[in-house]
């Protein structure tokens, strides 16, 4: 008798996503070169204040990408080649 181990695997159904291309990316892109402006990069050399930058630097563009992005649903549409068009031809089928 053999024994074929199976674990139990985690398919992602979502995904958080900024459209290439579209507004939310250029405001995305914007609101991230602003914020990085506004870090205080003085005195790196100090691992302390390093670490801070580091997290403050990943908190805003973890805040920014919030903000921009929209969650969608991972379908067998979801490649980019599928469109409304596609939609429409699907339907000429049914």
Not at 36 to 43: A, E, V
Not at 49 to 71: G, P
């Amino acid at each position: 008798m053999i024994t074929i181990p199976i674990i139990e695997e985690y398919i992602q159904t979502k995904k958080q996503i900024i459209v290439k291309n579209s507004e939310e990316e250029r405001i995305f892109v914007k609101e991230l070169i602003e914020a990085i402006k506004d870090i205080d990069t003085n005195d790196l050399s100090n691992v302390d204040h390093l670490d801070k930058v580091v997290l403050d630097f990943t908190s805003l563009i973890e805040r920014i990408w919030v903000k921009n992005s929209k969650i969608i649903n991972i379908t067998k549409h979801s490649k980019s080649w599928y469109n409304i068009n596609c939609s429409r031809d699907l339907e000429k089928y049914r």
